[in-house]
T-cell receptor, first 112, second 113 residues
């Protein structure tokens, strides 16, 4: 699996967009970018994934740079309930995310 | 709502006790996983299973064993609990068709005294 680098913490004002960056400069051509989050005292929750095109679902948007060496998870209108640790992981498609290494991630704090 | 459930949210055991942590998923997933989570160390994979009666070691299997007698249930066993096994334990499952989207349980906070 490619290694990922994320900032340890970020703050965001409630109602504003939260943009969480992830660097994955060693990503290979068949590897996908997955995002999970973990709200305090709960298990991680899948958010979104992508290969090279931008992706959007009901939870978030994922922007992947053209060279695929970095990506940004966007929460368009952050709420207090979005305060969590966000993990960026890189895996081959349909390889087990359960075998992924979840590092320290980014602790996002949404403030009123 | 489909889910992964774990038998206890909080558990306190004494050193040397045998501890069973149970995980059940209702999504007919083939793959199941056990992790522990400690501050500064992230999630570390202990054991996983791709099928009934099948198990494979993860990154930190020492001191643990597992059992998967039925597809929906994956048990983690601490044969003789030690204080360094005090941790948050998380179970997860995924299907063969969507392996990238693991579903996690709520976790069990185990304290060994």
């Amino acid at each position: 699996d490619a290694k990922t680098t994320q900032p340890p913490s970020m703050d965001c004002a409630e109602g504003r967009a939260a943009n969480l960056p992830c660097n994955h400069s060693t990503i290979s051509g068949n590897e996908y970018v997955y995002w999970y989050r973990q709200i305090h005292s709960q298990g991680p929750q899948y958010i979104i994934h992508g290969l090279k095109n931008n992706e959007t679902n009901e939870m978030a948007s994922l922007i992947i740079t053209e060279d695929r060496k970095s990506s940004t998870l966007i929460l368009p209108h952050a709420t207090l309930r979005d305060t969590a640790v966000y993990y960026c992981i890189v895996r081959g498609y349909n390889t087990n995310a359960g075998k992924s290494t979840f590092g320290d991630g980014t602790t996002l704090t949404v403030k009123p | 709502d489909v889910k992964v459930t774990q038998s206890s949210r909080y558990l306190v055991k004494r050193t040397g006790e045998k501890v069973f942590l149970e995980c059940v998923q209702d999504m007919d997933h083939e793959n199941m996983f056990w992790y522990r989570q400690d501050p500064g160390l992230g999630l570390r994979l202990i054991y996983f299973s791709y099928d009934v009666k099948m198990k494979e070691k993860g990154d930190i299997p020492e001191g643990y064993s597992v059992s998967r007698e039925k597809k929906e249930r994956f048990s983690l066993i601490l044969e003789s609990a030690s204080t360094n096994q005090t941790s948050m334990y998380l179970c997860a499952s995924s299907s063969d068709t969507l392996r990238g989207q693991a579903r996690f349980g709520p976790g069990t906070r185990l304290t060994v005294t």
